[in-house]
């Protein structure tokens, strides 16, 4: 494979160092829909649950009332102040759901999660830029909950990466502009190891996701695509929907890939998620992998397994790159919890629980998670 190569000098290019938001996994259906202004039809087809106001009941039995309807920025929480505090360049979210009101549940899958049209102002309440889109969720209501999908961003003005109308359309990238000269190209792709249906693949004339099969097949592609399109002074994010949903382990099959992808299709940073707590962040060519981002929002408040994880904690991590060089400045990480369908700063103890969690899963990457203090972690190389 033929390794990048800028088509401009970057010394031409004075632009300043650009921060990203990412997150994991934002699942704003199912109960969260249900406290939102515009709730749905709560009908569910799930052996554990028939309504969607179950999750409602259980978040409220282990943290307390909900308010409702609450305000569309309610999810968001204090993460809002930490978005204003940092003030990021631009803002990535893998956004794991379907906005749709279609009742055409998918055959055979065992969860299916979806909001209303009307709620997506809580997607824009946090001036989210692009959402991820090729994951194990947004086809839950069929070729018409895409359709919707796609249709209720367009209207809100936030891109979406990874899910289209045709193969084409999934594939593409998008295209993001940031205060300086610089720009910041967001791929996005998802692997049938976190649950992604090999038929949700899109194809020259159907609907579906950007589907990663084989490695070697996704390594060519995406170093052909981003061939095409990356230019001196460009960041490029690719966000992967991969792996399984708990324990810490990094394969040697994803990291081999994870660096394929900086070492020969000049990717800049890797946008990792599916599992439903943090897993390790490895710093390779001094570019950031993120394995496994963990869940941000969602509605498992109250349901019982795995609490050794810790899935109630969350992170926002915010990858400062040069546009320059493509290598990273600085990676400040932040903790939070949820609590009642709502994001929360997280306490002492729970960041500290965090910061060494990370760290001893880092280490084993190459990278170190330093504690600075409750608001904030430091991620170097080892």
């Known amino acids: 494979m033929a390794k990048f190569k800028n088509s401009a000098d970057p010394s031409t290019l004075v632009d300043q160092p650009v921060t990203l938001f990412l997150c994991g996994d934002v699942m704003t259906g199912r109960g969260i829909d249900q406290v939102l202004p515009h709730p749905g039809d709560p009908a569910i087809h799930e052996s554990y649950m028939k309504s969607a106001q179950g999750y409602v009941h259980l978040a409220e039995r282990v943290n307390g009332p909900i308010r409702k309807p609450v305000e569309f920025d309610w999810i968001w929480g204090d993460a809002l102040e930490v978005l204003r505090r940092v003030a990021p360049d631009l803002r990535i979210i893998n956004l794991e759901t379907s906005i749709t009101v279609s009742n055409d549940f998918w ?3 065992g969860i299916h999660y979806r909001m209303h049209p009307a709620n997506t102002p809580c997607i824009t309440a946090a001036a989210i830029d692009c959402c991820a889109l090729a994951n194990n969720h947004v086809l839950d209501w069929g070729y018409a909950g895409l359709a919707e999908t796609l249709e209720s961003l367009e209207r809100a003005g936030v891109q979406a990466s990874g899910a289209g109308r045709n193969l084409v359309q999934a594939q593409a990238p998008v295209i993001l502009a940031t205060t300086g000269s610089s720009r910041v190209i967001v791929f996005s792709t998802g692997s049938q190891s976190s649950g992604v249906p090999s038929s949700w693949a899109a194809t020259h004339d159907r609907a579906g996701v950007s589907f990663m099969g084989f490695f070697e097949e996704a390594a060519l592609r995406i170093a052909a695509q981003v061939q095409a399109v990356k230019q001196a002074g460009d960041i490029v994010v690719i966000s992967i929907h991969w792996g399984s949903n708990w324990g810490y382990q990094v394969t040697d099959t994803q990291r081999s890939f994870a660096h394929r992808l900086i070492d020969e299709a000049g990717v800049d940073v890797i946008h990792g998620h599916s599992s439903h707590h943090p897993r390790g962040i490895e710093i390779y060519r001094n570019r950031p992998i993120i394995y496994g981002c963990g869940d941000f ?13 810790r899935g109630d904690l969350s992170l926002m991590y915010f990858p400062t790159m040069d546009p320059r060089s493509g290598e990273l400045v600085r990676f400040a990480v932040t903790p939070m919890r949820i609590r009642r369908f709502r994001l929360q700063r997280a306490t002492t103890e729970e960041a500290a629980w965090l910061a060494k969690t990370l760290d001893r899963e880092s280490k084993k990457l ?15 190389p080892a």
């Open 107 to 109: 055959p055979g899958k």
């Open 297 to 309: 929002v969602n509605d498992y408040e109250g349901i019982q397994g795995f609490e050794e994880f």
């Open 366 to 380: 190459g990278a170190r998670v330093q504690y600075a203090d409750d608001r904030h972690f430091l991620v170097t």
